[in-house]
Structures are given as C-alpha cells and as structure tokens.
C-alpha cells in the first residue's frame, strides 16, 4: 500500500469512527423515551441504561480517534492495528449494553440489528480485506457470545429458552460477519478494478485537481517512479484542432528549462486513444488563491514574484512563444523541502508560435484568445499582431492585483471589461490600497499597463530588470517564506480539498479564458 492507499485508509477509518458516534446521539435519548413510559422500567432504569458510561465512553473514543486522524499522519501498521482495536471495542460496549438493558432478549436482538449495521457499514467505508473483515466481525460478534455463555442467569427471565437462544444469536451472528466479509471483499476489488481502469500508461489517476476547454489534469501516480506526477489528459470531445493544440501545447513546454517553467516527464496515447502528457505535480496555490486566502501581498513579495515569472517568459520570449494567456490561476505558487515561493508558469494551450506563422495550428487573425481581466489592449483590438509586451501587460496586471487584492479593471460583462483596458487609465494601486508605499513596484507596475506597447518595457528581461531595482528587492527572504507557508500551508490544504471536491474551474466567468471567433463584431 501506497501513501495514497494509506491516506485514503486513514480518511475512511477517521470517517467509519465519526459515523459509530453519531450512532450514540440519538440512540440514547430515543432509548430513554421509549422505555422510561414502561411501568416495568420506569425513569429511574431507562435513564441508568441511556447513561450508560461504557458506552458513551467508547464514543468519546471514537470521537478521539476521528480528530486524532486530522492533525497526524498514522503509518498504515498503526491504522490497521487501531482498526482491529476500535472495532473490538465494540463489541465490548455492546456487551455492557445488553447486561445493563432492562429488557435481556430485546438487548440481545437491538444488538444484533447495530452490530450488522456498523459491521455492514465497514464494509461500505474501510478498504479492507476478507480476511480482516472476518477478523474484526469476529470480535465484534465474540464479545456478546461470551457474555451469553457467561451470564445464562442474565437471561433466565426471557421468553426463549437457552438452548433457543443460543442458536438462534450464533445462526444470525455468523450470518451477519460472513455477509460483511464477502461485502467487503467485492467492494475492495471493485476499487482495484477501478484503479486498474483509471490507468494510462505507466500512470493511475488519484484525484482530479482541474479542469480546462481543452484538458483535465489529474494527480497521478507512476507504476514504477516515485516521483509526484500531475497528468493532463485531452477531453474526450475534442476535434482535431484541440488534438493539434495539445499536442503542440507539451512540444514547446518540454523545450523550456527555466527553473520557473513547467518540467515535463512523458507524453503519450493509450490503446482507447486518450492523449496525455505527465509533468510535474506542483504543491502550493495559484497566485488567485493566494490572494483569496491572504489578501495583497507585500510589495517585497510582489516584486520577488513578478521576477520569476517574467524569467521564465523571457525564455519563452527568446524561442519566439507568446504566451498569450497570463493571469493568476495560471501563475503557480509552490513550496518543498528546497526551496519556498517558487514560481511556475502554466498552461501553454494558447501560446502563438512566431516560429510557425500560418501553420495549420494558429489560430486565425479575428479569433480574441486570453482571460477578460488580463488581456493587452492589442489582444482585443487587433490579436493577429500581439508580442511579447502582451504577456508583460498581462504580467503587470496580475502584478495589480498581488499588491491591490483587486483586478485592474472589473465590470458585468467581458465587453465592459475589454473596453476598460482599451479606453480606462488604469488606477494606481496606492489609491487603490491604503497603506500600501512602493512608488517604484507602482511605476513598473502602470509603465507595464500602458495601452500602447511601445510605452512599455522593450522585453522580459528589461521588465525584470526594472524590477530588481525598486525599493524592497530581496527584502523577501526564503526565512518570510518559510514563516509564511508555515501558517499558511493548514488554510492552502484545506481550499486544495474544497476544489478537489468539486472538481471544477474557477466559478468567476471573468476569470476563464475565452475564445471568441470574429472579435471585430463584438468589439463594434
């Protein structure tokens, strides 16, 4: 087993304990209305048995158990030792339960019913196989055989003899684990199946981390390597234009070898004919995150940003690439054991070759391509003709927004939008942010957002340049990173689980790139 399995052993088992004790939250109450209305119980005995100690005590543990699970990582020995445990716990509870009952036979039978529901449900929840689900049904079910040998007095006043009785648990009892474990053993080959199934190549998709028009992205793991893999996979209902994107898309990331530029590993086609490329698995936030979650950044951390990600358009740049498609979901924010506040530059589905003009792949001379809230004025107005100083705009919006916490320019529609970066001078961002001093970072920033590109920065590297000689450059230290991803990394976690979950793009329209063919219409 994996870290993968072992996370998704400790996810379900934390999942299985929550579950057992919210069992307990209604059953006693429900219990104590029932049977302190009957004149052979009366208050006193029904509100002894639905206090019972033993049995609120083992939900107590469960519960320990279930928020132990969020602020540690258990080797999967340990989980499946805690496995054999709590669920042995149990059966002891409900042993408790049956002899403090008021009522033995009724104890005896409302034990059986629980124990198969919580049995049944393990084998809903845990992973497990037919011979640890035998296991733990076993202990389950043996603490409350052992109480019926045991304590044959206890049971003198029901209505079914022993010799009945006796039989009559064992039979159900049997019946109850076998089902559990063969229950269990056709779930956990269907998961098996399923991960076989999820198989491209060498790679076994693990969760799905985002989805674009043109492709899906999957965490991923290599049939041999240990190394974290994200695989990008084309959707199914592409045409031949998004096969050649995607294809043209992994050719000119794999020519890149900035540090700042996606690594890529493999790329390939399975027998079904999907087509996918693996790269490398980045661990952090988009730059749209990080401002989600922690609002403006400070100018120090703006600038030592900005300057990774304009080296690695610099390098796109000198191979004739534009990028065509910068904004802060596509700008990745990564930290590891090396190195904290690395940068990558992702997606490179709209990148116009300059290399190849009138080539099959480009894309044609009134078709507007980008995201609404980062596109140049000359992307809108005229995208047949954009350079490189399309991306630096781009670049120095998303700049506007690390040290504002807001776009450049919003508005209701995509048309209101374009028109603000065609017409609007943009505000600058000490107005914007009070509080905020950097006039150098601002004056690199707005010289970037000029509406014509021959007021802009000739290039990348002039830009970065610009950049290296403001006012706080390399004030940003790998210790303020360090500080910052460690009291940030729990509320990063947690919104990388949330979009997991969804399994969606980022619900903000004027946030998604856009493709709209004849642009010259909508701009009338």
Known sequence: MGEDGRTFLQTRLATYALVIFLFYIPYFPIFYLIWSGDPAVGTRAALAHATDPSAWGLGLVHLTFMLTTRLRVWSVATLAVLDVLLNALIGVAFSAIVLHHPHALVALLEGLLALASLLWLRALLVPSSVMRSLLVGLLVCGAPAIVLFSEREHFASCSLAWSTLVPLFLNWAVMIVAFSAYASSVLYGLRRQVQKAQRYGQYTLLEKLGEGGMGVVYRARHAMLRRPTALKLLNGSSGESSLVRFEQEVQLMAELSHRSAVTVYDYGRTAEGVFYYAMEYLDGVDLEGLVELAGPQPPERVIHLLRQAAGALGEAHARGLIHRDIKPGNVFLCSDACESDLVKVLDFGLVKDSRRQGSAHDTGEHTLLGTPLYMSPESI??????????????????????????????????VEICAHHLFTEPEPPARREPGLHAPELEAVILRCLAKQPGARFSDAAAFETALAGCAGAGDWTP??????????????????????MRALPSSLEQNRTVAIVDCSDVLV
């Open 381 to 414: 107005s005229t995208p047949a003709l954009v350079d490189a100083r399309s991306d630096l705009y781009s670049l120095a919006a998303v700049g506007y927004l690390l040290l504002c916490g807001k776009p450049v320019f919003s508005g209701k529609t995509v």
């Open 479 to 500: 210790q303020s990173a360090r500080r910052w991803w460690s009291s940030h990394r729990p509320a990063i976690e947690a919104r990388r689980a949330a979009r997991a």
